[in-house]
């Protein structure tokens, strides 16, 4: 019991200090998953040395398979960004009369989302959310909160987004599994979590015109874009390329060469990386842009990545040195006599971690080491559906604390009260209905 009760208090002390050590004294979360990293050691009684090999082989097994995934990601999306193949998206939905402006902005984040961080995401396509609004005469909020709250759903339950691909990875999840029904999830928790929710309330949403600071972002016209079917082909190749394995699986026998073509083909880098390669071409070059350029682009968007690949590196440190420690086991045992389902419980350990910390990224990755012990004591629910649960905990509670809740209060020029209102109320409903979706598939898979 002692020792239960030591263990409990090591975990739940080593989250309050990287939450002090984010929220209270602005440390970067890579030193905050550090710090709680060598807490958690030493408490543990871990030898130094130990303890170092645990934190250098977290890091070197997490960054050693996503950091070349996410530096092939950021070309995609950076490529996407240039081109102006996001705004082909969103120009061409808006002919669908039988779309709402809302639906509109849903789709767009879910289906652009795939390839852009989330932040990223949104500084790419508020211009488009300012434009539908502008020619609608609709409240941006009405826009840009569907358009946030897809951003954020496909952001932690699809990969190869960095966090998703993480769980995925860490608790052997099938990429292709986890991608199509995280996409069906992430659509119907973006509906309802946005346009449904909204027109619900929309009496209450006060009018937000574009702020004036923002009046003159201008949206490309059609003749600089280029067209829907290179867009979609080159955004959508590398996760067709990653199913094809997941459909080779039930159809293809495992002992054949055809068989491990495929399962070559749809591993996330190889396909990332045919993708960044199509992507040049499509979008770059086809576009009459010279390789010089798309070097010079390609270095400055990986100058962006070094924070995602150093916060993503740590907690794997952090996760490291929870194994090695034997917490984990430890941990295993006690939530084991919880009377809580293990989807439930990766849900709320991930949403909690999210409202403390601030970061989706970061909460996924500490749910995935204080959950992923226990997995085997329920081997009748599958590591896809672990997967998605955590990352339907982090789509929730974007408050104070995440600098996207900041992100989507200055282009929408709203109050600290409406955002917390309209856009952390998305974002928690979208929460509570992919928790919803997961429980039902669950059934399924």
């Not at 004294?25 to 030493?42: E, I, R």
């Not at 509109?104 to 289906?111: A, D, E, F, N, T």
């Not at 939530?335 to 350990?349: E, G, R, T």
């Not at 995935?368 to 012990?373: D, E, R, W, Y």
């Amino acid at each position: 019991m002692d020792s239960q009760f030591w263990i409990i208090c090591v975990l739940i002390t080593s989250i309050i200090l990287i939450v002090i050590s984010i929220v209270k004294f602005k440390l970067h979360p890579f030193l905050a998953l550090l710090l709680a990293s060598f807490y958690v050691g030493a408490l543990m009684k871990m030898a130094p040395l130990k303890m170092i090999t645990a934190i250098e082989d977290g890091i070197g097994s997490t960054l050693g398979f996503l950091a070349a995934v996410i530096g092939l990601g950021t070309i995609l999306g950076k490529m996407m960004e240039i081109s102006g193949a996001a705004e082909r998206i969103g120009l061409t939905l808006q002919k669908c009369r039988w779309l709402s402006p809302q639906v509109i902005m849903v789709i767009v984040g879910l289906i652009c989302g795939i390839t852009l961080f989330v932040e990223v995401g949104v500084v790419l396509l508020i211009p488009l959310a300012f434009s539908i609004a502008k020619k609608t005469e609709t409240s941006l909020l009405m826009l840009a909160i569907p358009l946030c709250t897809a951003l954020m759903a496909v952001h932690c339950i699809v990969p190869p987004h960095p966090a998703a691909l993480f769980v995925t990875n860490a608790l052997g999840a099938d990429v292709g599994t986890v991608i199509v029904y995280g996409l069906v999830i992430g659509l119907l928790a973006s509906l309802i979590g946005g346009p449904i929710f909204l027109n619900c309330i929309k009496n209450k949403i006060p009018f937000k015109s574009v702020p004036e600071e923002f009046s003159d972002m201008k949206v490309k016209t059609e003749e600089e874009l280029p067209s829907l079917g290179i867009t979609l082909f080159t955004i959508l190749l590398p996760i067709v390329l990653m199913l094809i394995k997941t459909i080779a699986d039930f159809i293809v026998d495992k002992n054949s060469f055809s068989y491990s073509l495929l399962e070559f083909i749809g591993n996330p880098i190889t396909a990332m990386f045919i993708g960044a390669f199509v992507a040049y071409y499509m979008l770059g070059i086809r576009r009459n842009m010279s390789m010089s350029v798309l070097l010079f682009k390609t270095e400055d968007c990986f100058s962006s990545i070094a924070n995602i690949l150093l916060i993503i590196g740590a907690g794997g440190a952090f996760n490291g040195i929870l194994k090695n420690s034997g917490l984990s086991d430890g941990l295993a045992g006690i939530l084991s006599n919880l009377d809580m389902h293990p989807i439930l419980l990766a849900w709320l350990v991930a949403i909690i971690l999210h409202a403390a910390v601030g970061s989706a990224t970061v909460a996924m990755m500490g749910a995935t080491a204080i959950v992923s012990p226990m997995l085997p004591l329920y081997p009748n629910v599958s590591p896809e559906i672990i997967t998605l649960a955590i990352g339907s905990g982090a789509i929730g509670c974007t408050i104070v604390t995440d600098s996207l809740f900041w992100l989507v209060k200055q282009y929408c020029g709203a109050t600290l009260n409406e955002i917390f209102k309209y856009y952390t109320s998305a974002t928690f409903i979208a929460s509570l209905v992919a928790l919803a979706g997961t429980f039902l598939l669950s059934y399924i898979i």
